[in-house]
């Protein structure tokens, strides 16, 4: 089966469970993340108290987490439900919002490393300051490093990371074990819409939620929100990230319309 195939059959599968997408996110962009998800068919849960963590995220068939807005509570609600998400099986998503901007944020990396995650999402600077320490100035990737730069990176941050990880530009890649795939859908405009990466990290956790490699998964999210951007993006930013839920959902609702637009290299 193709890997435009197999998105479909996904797609499918997310309709029929139905999967519990356990976020602990940013305060910027839980509500928008938490409509996405169910615009895909799946159900969210926000839960980011440390004290139900655990038990929450027992139900849920994906976790992401987020440190866009890191404290020392979200950050030990992270480390509980991450632990009780590997003892059960269950996948985590990473998304390092801004993690070489400061001393805090590098050091609660440091403290998640005890999490087993089967992805981690980021724009070049992130994953950069994962591996090399503070490379950042805010949350946005300022370096622009073109597809031979990311797709390096991506593959070294896989080996040294042990997961699969995914590096967001004017092309996203995605590197795990060996392999490596690129997506080229998304607009341009993504870059003026606040949380369109956190929306992209949410995506992808609906796909690892019923997907059985993460490698595809991550692709998979990645072009479906690609794509939804770039039906999203007709007059301007407002526009765009009003209308990218819809996108979603049309996307989600009707696939076979748009499969010839998914484009994925591997």
């Not at 197999?6 to 999967?19: A, H, N, T, V």
């Not at 590098?106 to 087993?116: A, S, T």
């Not at 080229?184 to 995506?203: D, F, H, I, P, Q």
């Amino acid at each position: 089966m193709s890997s435009v195939g197999r998105m479909g059959r996904d797609l499918g599968l997310i309709k029929e469970r139905r999967p519990i997408i356990h976020q602990i996110t940013n305060q910027v962009v839980s509500n928008v993340t938490a409509n996405l998800t169910l615009a895909m068919g799946a159900s969210p849960v926000m839960a980011d108290e440390p004290e139900e963590v655990a038990d929450m995220v027992s139900g849920a068939q994906c976790l992401v987490l987020n440190i866009g807005t890191l404290s020392e509570k979200s950050l030990e609600a992270m480390i509980r439900a991450g632990v009780k998400a590997n003892e059960l099986g269950i996948p985590v998503i990473l998304d390092p919002v801004g993690v070489g901007s400061t001393d805090f944020r590098m050091g609660g990396f440091g403290k998640l490393r005890k999490v087993e995650m089967e992805v981690i999402k980021g724009n070049y600077d992130e994953i950069s300051s994962l591996l090399k320490g503070r490379q950042m100035r805010g949350v946005d990737s300022l370096t622009g490093e073109g597809l031979e730069e990311r797709e390096k990176l991506a593959g070294r941050a896989s080996n040294e990371l042990n997961t699969a990880v995914a590096i967001t530009g004017r092309e996203d890649v995605v590197a795990s074990l060996g392999e490596l795939g690129i997506v080229r859908n998304g607009s341009e405009m993504l870059r003026l819409v606040t949380g369109s990466g956190c929306m992209a990290t949410s995506t992808i956790a609906v796909f690892l939620a019923v997907g059985e490699e993460p490698f595809y998964s991550t692709l998979y999210g990645l072009s479906l929100f690609g794509l939804a951007s770039e039906l999203a993006d007709k007059k301007g930013p407002g526009t765009l990230n009003y209308s990218l839920i819809d996108s979603i959902y049309e996307l989600c609702m009707n696939f076979d319309r748009y499969a010839d637009e998914i484009r994925i290299e591997v």
